[in-house]
């Protein structure tokens, strides 16, 4: 069983930036694929992000790509997101979860076996 907490959310004014982190205890952290996704109230939990197991390839949602950069720290048992160009469009609370399937990047929600309790991130004009 893998618990995950997410840190790092807050308010922040448009074209700001703010780290997420995702912290990981009680499996093996290196074994899983790690993603982030968001949700805003009365909308389906959306893809952000997500890395393989040992960090060699990334993949991104259309609308966040070039603004928002997932690693993760296996040592640390922490994955995180970096987001810069901050757009109120990208207020949610943010989940990051974990996927057995190690080498995987997989956009569908229902795939991932494990999930955090989430952070809000609100973006102001």
């Known amino acids: 069983q893998v618990q995950l907490v997410e840190s790092g959310g807050g308010l922040v004014q448009a074209g700001g930036s703010l780290r997420l982190s995702c912290a990981a205890s009680?499996?093996?952290?290196?074994?899983?694929?790690m993603g982030w996704f968001r949700q805003v109230p009365g909308k389906e939990r959306e893809f952000v992000a997500a890395i393989t197991s040992n960090g060699g390839r990334t993949d991104y949602a259309d609308s966040v790509k070039g603004r928002f950069t997932i690693s993760r720290d296996n040592a640390k048992n922490t994955v995180y997101l970096q987001m810069n160009s901050l757009k109120p469009e990208d207020t949610a609370v943010y989940y990051c979860?974990?996927?057995?399937?190690?080498?995987?990047?997989?956009?569908?929600?229902?795939?991932?076996?494990?999930w955090g309790q989430g952070t809000q991130v609100t973006v102001s004009s």
């Open positions: 009680g499996g093996t952290f290196g074994s899983y694929a």
């Open positions: 979860a974990a996927d057995a399937a190690a080498w995987s990047t997989s956009k569908l929600k229902y795939v991932y076996d494990y």
